[in-house]
């Protein structure tokens, strides 16, 4: 069997197995309430899923 047969394996554990819903990126990833977005993506769509910026 070849590489190319197997395929990818799916990461299971680490920074790699979670990705922004987003926009795909492995950084900075924000976890809590289910979030699972980039915190560049969360300060753009705060607002719109209900958080309110205080000060």
């Known amino acids: 069997m070849s590489k190319k ?3 990818k394996k799916r990461k299971k554990m680490g ?3 979670r ?3 987003r926009c795909g990126t ?3 990833i924000i976890r809590s309430y289910g979030l ?3 915190r560049r993506c ?3 769509t705060a607002e ?3 958080f309110k910026k205080y000060s």
């Open 26 to 28: 492995h950084r900075g």
């Open 19 to 21: 990705s922004c819903i």
């Open 5 to 7: 047969e197997r395929g």
């Open 15 to 17: 920074k790699g197995s």
């Open 42 to 44: 969360f300060r753009e």
């Open 48 to 50: 719109k899923i209900g």
């Open 36 to 38: 699972y977005m980039c």
